[in-house]
């Protein structure tokens, strides 16, 4: 099917990932990551000192703080950060550093459609090179309902968006499906028996939709968000092989 | 190494997808059950193992690794697993920035703060660290050792608790001896990562620290939180090796060595 966005074929497709890690100077890790032509670099500061009155006695704070494109932080912003802060909360295993602060700055660096699904995949990667202890890791993918055609559009651009009957915002986490579990229908069951699940950790819709498109959002984002976790992974260990060179010669 | 997978375990997924020499885990990847001898019951970090008496008794885990509920063991953390046959060791080596205090640790601190029983120390953690006065060669009530703020002292992790300060020493508590601990005089001190640390302090992967003690003499202090302290005879000189450890943490053995070179002969 032919996409408003050129440079794509396939309403399925996902734009071209970039990512960049360590490239703050003063924060205890960063990253950028972009999805085409979105762009967002995220900052982590912590575990670091906390004011007494933001102090959780047994556990860390987790503060996030979104920066828009152009102006102050509105509403929008606020709730990107709602949002992140309350994905990640049962992410970050905050016990093992209690009285301390864990602050994560995302600043949008450009906006082409789908910021916050790139806001939590730069997040999760600033995360991981500030060395933030995590039970698991997350990745993020968008995918919208076209008005005219009822097609389901994955990781659509801002053009694409105008055309938008609903928008669907999807977090999975890495763990793998239970696929041992073949005959004990306990979760999700797809009426045409092609069952794909996954840990879903946030997920966000707006606009107008029936169950059944719903349904088929989730298993589009699903197989989206594996080649997301694909990347991340390769992303990871490029660093990590640039890291140890000299122990390998 | 493991020999068998002897429960036959379903779960064997092997999430290892890295290269051969490296193997990069991610936060929340399983250690693959039938390489480490999956454990039936667990303690604290100790996991015993009852299904073969063969079969090394305990695993220990190190950094990095952490046994959940349902007796998997899982990352917690993005880094390089690392394992030794010695007692069935497993971690995982990550780099970060932020310093988070353990027993035993060498490191270079900042003095911050004084009380009549403590110096307080920045040595880079969330909270700063305690460092009894008592704590130094021949100290004593009447002698007390007298530093200044901003001064820098080598000391070891002498206790660490994730719900308490970090407390230090400058001495050995059993022999009374500083063991090399004390104050850094002169000298300059600069932040690196605690990945690159580590390898500082490691004889066989600190390449350019070998490569600049070809060129002229120096004395260093690698503390384990990332700081480094040096003293050469010559400004010039501490520049030059602050500036090629700083540039070295992304470089391969041989760039390592050309990269020393160069700033040699620039100077």
């Known amino acids: 099917m032919a996409r408003l966005d050129k440079s794509r074929t396939s309403s399925h497709q996902l734009r071209p990932f970039f990512t ?13 990551f972009d999805f085409g032509g ?115 559009l994955l990781d659509p651009t801002r053009e694409e968006l105008a055309q938008a009957k609903s928008t669907h915002v999807f977090v999975f986490d890495n763990k793998a499906p239970p696929a041992q579990s073949k005959g004990d229908e306990d979760d ?3 009426e045409d028996g092609d069952r794909v699940e996954g840990h879903v950790l946030f997920c966000e819709s707006t606009g107008v939709f029936t169950e059944a498109e719903y349904f088929e959002c989730y298993q589009v984002c699903y197989k989206g968000v594996q080649t997301v976790h694909g990347f991340l992974r390769t992303a990871v260990q490029k660093k990590f092989e640039k890291e140890h060179q000299q122990l390998q010669d | 190494m493991a020999p068998k997978n002897k429960k036959g375990q379903a779960d064997a997924a092997d999430e290892s997808t890295s290269a051969p020499t490296l193997r990069v885990i991610l936060p929340g990847d399983q250690l693959p059950p039938h390489e480490a001898n999956l454990p039936t019951g667990q303690d604290e970090d ?46 995982v080596e990550s780099n970060q920035r932020r310093y988070v205090a353990a027993p035993g640790e060498s490191v270079i601190g900042i003095v911050t703060g004084k009380t009549g029983e403590h110096y307080k120390m920045d040595i880079g953690t969330a909270q700063p660290a305690l460092l009894p006065v008592l704590a130094f060669e021949n100290a004593t009530k009447k002698n007390r050792p007298n530093f200044n703020i901003g001064d820098l002292l080598y000391c070891r992790v002498a206790m660490a608790n994730k719900d308490m300060e970090a407390e230090l020493d400058c001495v050995n508590p059993t022999t009374g001896k500083s063991d090399g601990f004390g104050e850094l005089k002169g000298g300059f001190a600069f932040k690196v990562s605690l990945g690159l640390a580590r390898r500082l302090l490691d004889p066989r992967q600190a390449v350019v620290l070998r490569e600049l003690g070809k060129h002229f003499p120096f004395e260093t202090a690698v503390g384990m939180n990332g700081k480094v302290w040096i003293n050469s005879a010559s400004t010039a000189h501490t520049i030059l090796i602050a500036n090629a450890i700083k540039n070295s943490e992304f470089l391969s053995t041989a760039q390592c060595q050309s990269m020393v070179k160069k700033m040699v002969e620039r100077i």
């Open chain 1, 188 to 190: 999700v069951v797809m």
């Open chain 2, 46 to 91: 100790a996991v015993s193992m009852m299904i073969d008496q063969r079969a090394p008794p305990t695993i220990k885990l190190g950094p990095g690794l952490t046994p959940m509920d349902d007796d998997t063991i899982i990352s917690v953390k993005a880094g390089v697993l690392n394992h030794t046959d010695i007692g069935n060791r497993w971690w």
């Open chain 1, 38 to 152: 979105t762009s967002v670099l995220c900052s982590v500061v912590g575990p670091a000192e906390v004011k007494i009155r933001d102090e959780k006695l047994d556990k860390a704070t987790l503060e996030v703080l979104a920066r828009p494109l152009v102006g102050v932080p509105g509403v929008k912003d606020k709730t990107i950060e709602q949002n992140i802060r309350e994905t990640l909360e049962p992410l970050v295993l905050s016990g093992l550093h209690p009285r301390t602060l864990l602050q994560i700055v995302v600043q949008t660096m450009q906006d082409d459609g789908c910021v916050q699904s790139t806001a939590f995949n730069a997040t999760m990667l600033a995360l991981i090179d500030a060395g933030v202890p995590l039970n698991s890791i997350l990745g993020s993918v968008t995918c919208m309902i076209d008005r005219k055609t009822n097609q389901v």
């Open chain 1, 20 to 32: 960049s890690q360590n490239l703050l100077n003063r924060a205890d890790g960063s990253a950028q």
